[in-house]
């Protein structure tokens, strides 16, 4: 055998020989009908462990390439042959191989963890079930009949609920707008996909907060963006960061999330604010602000919108329901220059062929009732009482191992543990014990954080979870 696996290459060395096996299948080097090398004898011819070898062939089982018998050998999967001899899909090839990246491995163990019974979760951004405006839906949906066009809507979203949304950020944010320049999309998720997808292209460079949500996402790898980071601190970030960056790598787009930033639940000051749109006028950088919590704040003063300070036209303007609604309505929207929305709807189209009816006639009518000013009350007392009562809980349990910002509005509490921690280890301990959190590396560069949500559980729940990752986090230190 000439083949041998490069040790420079990240992939790892038994995938390597796997795809070198399953390409010599596809071509005729290894037979069909005969039995692959022994563990030990490919091992010696290759260089490598044994054990190397055996992970290799049990990743080609697993894909159901090649068949393992004790006493038999590892011979090629007869199933992957069919009676004309043609080759089953390499569907995990497949999975592995597309360009649109998975999330990552601990966020999705702990999506996964979660759905158990009895667990704890201060981990999911979202909205606690109690907290959701169900007995109005319904009262809604009881007293005004649906009489909707129920085939396709317009390529930006429903007329009516466009300008619903034009005098809500009037009226709640001072956002001067109107419906040609929304986009109704499916969350803020799929409006920060929109503009990454059809507005940058692969090599361009991008400004994230460090740490953010956006650091989290795949969505900017996939799509081949080089990301820069700036350091957030109690006020933000700073403004002469991202004159620095763009100095060095001509940043053509920054990401920020101004109020009650996700995770540190920091508030970008107003001077701040204000030198960040100088610069964004001066050097021609667009601003996508992603705003889902200002109106949660809890003393009923709302900041100024990066967008309702914009002059120039140089924001786009993210929001959504899903963190002062409900979660599984799917409305959010993007406000900025017709031309941009157009791109965007029609992106848009291509993908869904437009927003689904029914959520939209639903948000409309709960937007445009006194129901969501009495609902924002109610979501400000109930989250401050749960920011509060994990305050305290962190305060009396933890107070020696931990420091926490105390944030006005939002849903998200960022605490630094006071100690070197295995960060893995520690979300492990606590999954078992049946709590959830989201360790800081996921949101950045720094070590020694983590976020707790104190959106999603009620209010006698968090306490009995601080108790939880109080006995994870002796567990962790004392081994």
Not at 77 to 97: A, L, M
Not at 121 to 131: C, I, T, V, Y
Not at 432 to 447: E, L, R, W
């Amino acid at each position: 055998m000439d083949w041998k696996p490069d040790r420079s290459d990240k992939k790892p060395i038994y995938k390597q020989i796997a795809h070198y096996i399953e390409h010599g299948i596809a071509t005729g080097i290894f037979s069909p009908d005969s039995t692959l090398p022994s563990e030990r004898a490919l091992a010696s011819e290759l260089g490598v462990n044994r054990s190397t070898i055996i992970s290799a062939y049990e990743y080609l089982h697993s894909l159901g390439i090649v068949e393992r018998k004790k006493g038999s050998g590892t011979r090629i999967s007869t199933n992957i042959w069919g009676i004309s001899h043609k080759r089953i899909p390499n569907w995990g090839r497949y999975v592995e191989d597309g360009s649109f990246l998975p999330n990552l491995p601990l966020v999705q163990k702990i999506r996964t963890e979660t759905q158990k019974d009895n667990f704890i979760n201060l981990a999911s951004g979202e909205l606690a079930p109690h907290l959701f405006p169900t007995i109005q839906f319904r009262e809604i949906l009881s007293r005004q009949p649906f009489m909707e066009n129920l085939g396709y809507d317009h390529p930006q979203g429903n007329e009516l609920l466009r300008e619903t949304i034009s005098q809500h950020v009037k009226q709640y944010k001072n956002i001067d707008t109107n419906s040609s320049s929304i986009l109704i999309t499916s969350g803020a998720q799929q409006a920060l996909h929109l503009i990454v997808q059809c507005l940058l292209k692969p090599g361009d460079a991008v400004a994230i907060e460090d740490p953010s949500y956006c650091f989290s996402l795949p969505i900017f790898q996939s799509a081949g963006l080089r990301t820069f980071l700036l350091p957030v601190d109690k006020d933000g970030v700073n403004p002469n960061d991202l004159i620095s960056l763009h100095k060095k790598h001509r940043i053509r787009m920054v990401f920020l999330n101004p109020d009650y930033q996700n995770p540190t639940g920091t508030v970008l000051s107003t001077p701040r604010r204000k030198k960040i749109l100088e610069l964004s006028s001066e050097l021609g950088i667009p601003i996508v602000e992603d705003d889902p919590y200002t109106l949660t704040t809890f003393d009923g003063e709302v900041n100024q919108t990066l967008k309702s300070m914009d002059s120039n036209g140089n924001v786009l303007y993210i929001s959504s329901l899903s963190k002062i609604v409900a979660s599984g309505l799917r409305i959010g929207w993007i406000i900025g220059p017709q031309s941009v929305i157009q791109r965007l709807a029609d992106a848009k189209q291509q993908v869904d062929f437009g927003h689904s009816v029914f959520p939209q006639w639903v948000a409309n009518q709960f937007l445009s009732s006194s129901y969501f000013s009495e609902h924002i009350l109610t979501i400000r007392k109930n989250l401050k009482l749960q920011r509060d009562e994990l305050a305290n809980s962190l305060h009396e349990l933890l107070s020696d191992e931990m420091e926490f910002y105390m944030p006005n509005g939002g849903i998200h509490m960022w605490c630094k543990i006071n100690k070197p921690i295995h960060e893995g280890r520690l979300l492990e301990e606590s999954l078992k014990k049946g709590i959830a959190f989201v360790p800081g590396t996921i949101f950045g560069s720094q070590k020694g954080y983590v976020r707790f949500t104190f959106g999603r559980e009620k209010v006698e729940s968090i306490r009995e979870g601080i108790l939880r990752f109080e006995d994870a986090l002796k567990s962790v230190t004392n081994t």
